[in-house]
């Protein structure tokens, strides 16, 4: 199969950047987690996500995350709740005609944080060495510690 990432930023030879389902490569800043008990793979972005800066909560429906995605609207439903209660109403106004950049920034900054944390949590763990490492560098994993 041709690699539909060479030549792009072609700097992994040796092919270090492992291989995803059925062989196909994986971009540089892909993770892959599994569950060791079901088996179940997820692959995603680690970093900023842009889906979720230009389509606010599309990703999390796309990927079935229904924790995260109730947990989002939680948040926006309850800070919308506080701002009517605490600003004026000219306030108010000049408050949502920011909203759309600020909830963006917000979720595109978090979500795959967020959507990582939640697996680990259900059991998942790095598939290999180069996601662990990813995943270690941009602090979404840590090692858990050895029982002694």
Same mark, same amino acid.
């Given at each position: 199969?041709?690699?539909p990432?060479?030549?792009?930023?072609?700097?992994d030879?040796?092919?270090?950047?492992?291989?995803?389902?059925?062989g196909?490569? !994986?971009? *540089?800043?892909?993770?892959? /987690?599994v569950?060791?008990?079901?088996? =179940?793979m997820?692959?995603? #972005?680690?970093? %900023? $996500?842009?889906?979720?800066?230009?389509?606010?909560?599309?990703?999390?429906i796309?990927?079935?995350?229904?924790?995260n995605?109730?947990?989002i609207?939680?948040?926006?439903?309850?800070?919308a709740?506080l701002?009517?209660?605490?600003?004026?109403?000219?306030?108010?106004?000049?408050?949502?005609a !920011?909203? *759309?950049v600020?909830?963006s /920034?917000?979720?595109?900054?978090?979500y =795959?944080?967020?959507y990582? #944390?939640h697996? %680990? $949590?259900?059991?998942?763990?790095?598939a290999?060495?180069?996601?662990?490492d990813?995943?270690g560098r941009?602090h979404?994993?840590?090692?858990?510690?050895?029982k002694?």
């Amino acid at each position: 199969m041709q690699d539909p990432f060479k030549g792009f930023n072609d700097d992994d030879q040796n092919n270090q950047n492992g291989n995803g389902p059925q062989g196909l490569p !994986l971009p *540089p800043n892909y993770a892959t /987690v599994v569950n060791p008990e079901t088996g =179940n793979m997820r692959i995603a #972005k680690v970093g %900023f $996500s842009w889906t979720m800066f230009f389509f606010p909560p599309f990703p999390t429906i796309f990927r079935a995350d229904w924790y995260n995605l109730l947990c989002i609207m939680g948040i926006e439903l309850g800070s919308a709740m506080l701002l009517t209660m605490v600003l004026t109403p000219t306030q108010l106004t000049q408050f949502i005609a !920011l909203w *759309p950049v600020v909830r963006s /920034v917000l979720w595109g900054s978090l979500y =795959n944080l967020m959507y990582f #944390k939640h697996l %680990f $949590s259900r059991g998942f763990v790095p598939a290999d060495v180069r996601s662990r490492d990813l995943l270690g560098r941009a602090h979404y994993w840590s090692q858990p510690k050895s029982k002694d």
